[in-house]
Nanobody, 127 residues
Framework: QVQLVESGGGLVQAGGSLRLSCEAS????????MAWFRQAPGKGREFVGG????????IMADSVKGRFTITRDNANKTGSLQMNNVKPEDTAVYYC????????????????????WGQGTQVTVSS
């Protein structure tokens, strides 16, 4: 069982930046792919981006490409989502997710493929 705890959400003005963090309890965090999803009111859960267990591969949704970056630190069992040039449409609850996926650079992009989820952190972008 892996526990994930997000932090760093809050209120930010459009054009500003915010950094979300995710702490994991996995014994060997590098065995797990990690992703960020978001869910706006009245909408489904949307893939934002993900990173492979070893950190060699990242994929980002088109809606955030060039603005958001995902990184991870396996030694400290943490992952981050750096959000730059945020827009009002980025307003949502953001979730960290992980999946046991050792030895592959692949990054799943469907919510149903992930086994572990954090509690979510609210990001609100004002115009």
């Amino acid at each position: 069982q892996v526990q994930l705890v997000e932090s760093g959400g809050g209120l930010v003005q459009a054009g500003g930046s915010l950094r979300l963090s995710c702490e994991a309890s996995a014994r060997i965090f590098g065995w797990y792919a990690m992703a960020w999803f978001r869910q706006a009111p009245g909408k489904g859960r949307e893939f934002v981006g993900g990173i492979s267990g070893g950190g060699s591969n990242t994929i980002m949704a088109d809606s955030v490409k060039g603005r958001f970056t995902i990184t991870r630190d396996n030694a400290n069992k943490t992952g981050s989502l750096q959000m730059n040039n945020v827009k009002p449409e980025d307003t949502a609850v953001y979730y960290c997710a992980s999946k046991y996926y050792p030895g592959t650079p692949d990054v799943p992009s469907e919510a149903g493929q992930y086994d572990y989820w954090g509690q979510g952190t609210q990001v609100t972008v004002s115009s």
